[in-house]
């Protein structure tokens, strides 16, 4: 069993940075597969970010490539999503999903365990 609290969100401005946290409790955290998923109002949730249980291996969706980045530290149980020149819309409820499985899945049901989620809002 894994638990995940999403932290970080809020209102930030076109262009602004956003720094999330999600901390993972339970056992056997380091060895799952740790996504970054979203969902805005009348849409369905997206995969934004995934990073292997390694660490070594990240994946993003491509309109995040180049402005977010998604870490992990084993050691704190904790995952970060780093994201940068914001726009409108990335606004969404963000949200730490974890696999056990070691194959890299973008798809939101392939996931177990989910966070509660955190808001960010960017304002033009």
């Known amino acids: 069993q894994v638990q995940l609290v999403e932290s970080g969100g809020g209102l930030v401005q076109t262009g602004g940075s956003l720094r999330l946290s999600c901390a993972a409790s339970?056992?056997?955290?380091?060895?799952?597969?740790m996504g970054w998923f979203r969902q805005a109002p009348g849409k369905e949730r997206e995969f934004v970010a995934i990073i292997s249980w390694t660490g070594t291996r990240t994946y993003y969706a491509d309109s995040m490539k180049g402005r977010f980045t998604i870490s992990r530290d084993n050691a704190k149980n904790t995952i970060l999503l780093q994201m940068t020149s914001l726009k409108p819309e990335d606004t969404a409820i963000y949200y730490c999903?974890?696999?056990?499985?070691?194959?890299?899945?973008?798809?939101?049901?392939?996931?177990?365990?989910w966070g509660q989620g955190t808001q960010v809002t960017v304002s033009s």
């Open positions: 999903a974890a696999d056990r499985n070691a194959i890299m899945t973008t798809t939101p049901s392939d996931y177990e365990y």
């Open positions: 339970g056992r056997a955290f380091s060895s799952y597969t």
